[in-house]
């Protein structure tokens, strides 16, 4: 009987981390793609820079119905949920203008941040079940899906391939592991304890905390290999190290979440998170040397990659039976604005100053989170 339960909580993880790792691939793909989208569509660097903003703006709403409909369906919701994304992900070919892409890319984030809402919500009611911590181990399968896939789809790239040969491939990569998640079985909560979840302060502070995250993560993704090249005078290889930095070091960071959740609280992870990553923020920022700027990128990111898997646990334990993935939902829908705003933060600030000052913004993010974190729920 032990064995038979081991075999089937082995099962489900193994299918929330084929989940969890091809969410990420198709995001290092799409990343991989751009060149070639913007090309096709026309679009200069500020046009093709708030046209992206609609898959964050698609993602708010998906997220907001997902997590209703998974309280009530539970684990259920993966399969189609799946299928709908996968479906969708062709569309990105057809576009040849700016109009017809912004329409596409709000479907598609309509579709990704349901997704994002029905994994994550199953693996906070596994953590729920069993009593155990996935969550890192299952955010890090993300990041490394990133990793994986960039290089490969820029060597397709090179070797000649595009949007018309790469996203089909994609797609068909969602499907597959989708035909595997109804072997994810969870229990659902009774009706009568499915009232629906609303924006407590809880929830709020949560939500905010990993926006901050969010508002690192995505400032150093957008602005690193620029600053390496312009402002440190690294060449353009040096520039593409800062992205690759930022993923590794994330994979490593959110690796790690998954033994340390386990002898430390999340109010004592996420603070010790951001004081690391007050540390990498301003060391990258002021730094007149590459390798030391690349150190600071390491170090921010494997300190910021542990904040949404441990915030995603404790939203699911706040909301509780029932209204786990609807917390999760509203909890990600407001951390969701700290990409929206994260690099125009930074490009502003520069803008008025210098780029240095501007990436001093993600150094005080860092330090809100690490005194925000004293607040947390237990």
């Not at 009232?195 to 993704?221: K, N, S, V």
Request: some cysteine; hydrophobic content about 55%.
């Amino acid at each position: 009987m032990r064995k038979t339960k081991d075999a089937t909580r082995a099962g489900i993880v193994a299918r929330l981390w084929a989940a969890f790792g091809v969410f990420g691939m198709f995001w290092g793909g799409w990343g991989a793609l751009l060149p070639d989208v913007q090309e096709r569509v026309g679009a200069d660097n500020a046009t093709l820079g708030r046209a992206l903003l609609f898959i964050a703006i698609g993602a708010i709403g998906g997220m907001l119905l997902a997590g209703k409909v998974a309280d009530r369906l539970g684990a259920r919701t993966l399969l189609p949920g799946a299928l709908a994304f996968a479906v969708t992900i062709p569309f990105l070919i057809l576009p040849s203008g700016v109009p017809g892409l912004l329409v596409v890319l709000t479907v598609v984030g309509a579709t990704s941040g349901a997704f994002d809402v029905f994994i994550n919500g199953s693996a906070s009611v596994y953590e729920t079940v069993y009593d155990t911590k996935v969550m890192g181990g299952m955010h890090a399968l993300f990041s490394a899906g990133i990793l994986v896939a960039g290089p490969l789809v820029g060597t397709a790239r090179q070797l000649g391939a595009g949007p018309t040969e790469v996203l089909p491939v994609l797609a068909a990569l969602v499907v597959v592991v989708a035909l595997f998640l109804p072997g994810i079985d969870l229990p659902i909560a009774p009706q009568d304890s499915r009232p629906r979840a609303r924006m407590t302060r809880p929830l709020m502070l949560l939500g905010t905390l990993c926006g901050l995250a969010f508002l690192i993560e995505d400032g150093l993704l957008s602005w690193s290999a620029i600053h390496l090249e312009r402002t440190l005078g690294g060449s353009a290889i040096v520039g593409g190290l800062g992205p690759g930095v930022l993923a590794g070091s994330m994979v490593i960071g959110r690796a790690l979440t998954q033994a340390l959740s386990r002898r430390f609280s999340e109010r004592e992870l996420i603070g010790v998170s951001g004081v690391v990553g007050t540390i990498g923020a301003t060391a990258f920022a002021l730094t007149p040397n590459i390798v030391a700027g690349l150190v600071g990128i390491a170090l921010a990111g494997i300190a910021i990659s542990v904040v949404a898997p441990l915030i995603f646990g404790v939203a699911g334990r706040v909301g509780g039976p029932g209204r786990q993935a609807s917390s999760i939902a509203r909890v990600t829908t407001l951390a969701y604005f700290g990409f929206v705003v994260g690099p125009p933060l930074v490009g502003g600030v520069a803008g008025a100053a210098t780029l240095p000052i501007g990436l001093l913004v993600m150094a005080v993010a860092a330090l809100l989170l690490a005194a925000g974190s004293r607040f947390m729920p237990e």
